[in-house]
Nanobody
């Protein structure tokens, strides 16, 4: 089991930026495909962004494409989500997720992931 701890959430005005971090432990980080999901009140948890274990591939939800960037530092066992041009509709709890991956693939489905962080709140005011 992988332990994941998110940080970096907070309150920001529309148009602002935040960078989320997710520190992983318990498994070789470079063997893990990583993803970010979010859940707004009363809504299902939805995919935001994913990155393959070797950083070769990334994938984004259409709603964040061009504004958010996922990256990872395998030396620091950390995955990041840089969020720019934030909108009120980006308000949600953001979750980091991980899964072992024998191939260098992005994983975009909730069901693909077997480890989750506790979440960090992002609130964007208008």
């Amino acid at each position: 089991q992988v332990q994941l701890v998110e940080s970096g959430g907070g309150l920001v005005q529309a148009g602002g930026s935040l960078r989320l971090s997710c520190a992983a432990s318990g498994r070789t980080f470079s063997s893990l495909a990583m993803g970010w999901f979010r859940q707004a009140p009363g809504k299902e948890r939805e995919f935001v962004a994913a990155i393959s274990r070797g950083t070769v591939s990334t994938y984004y939800a259409d709603s964040v494409k061009g504004r958010f960037t996922i990256s990872r530092d395998n030396a620091k066992n950390t995955v990041y989500l840089q969020m720019n041009s934030l909108k009120p509709e980006d308000t949600a709890v953001y979750y980091c997720a991980a899964t072992p991956d024998g191939r260098d693939r992005v994983r975009v489905s909730r069901q693909d992931y077997d480890s989750w962080g506790q979440g960090t709140q992002v609130t964007v005011s208008s």
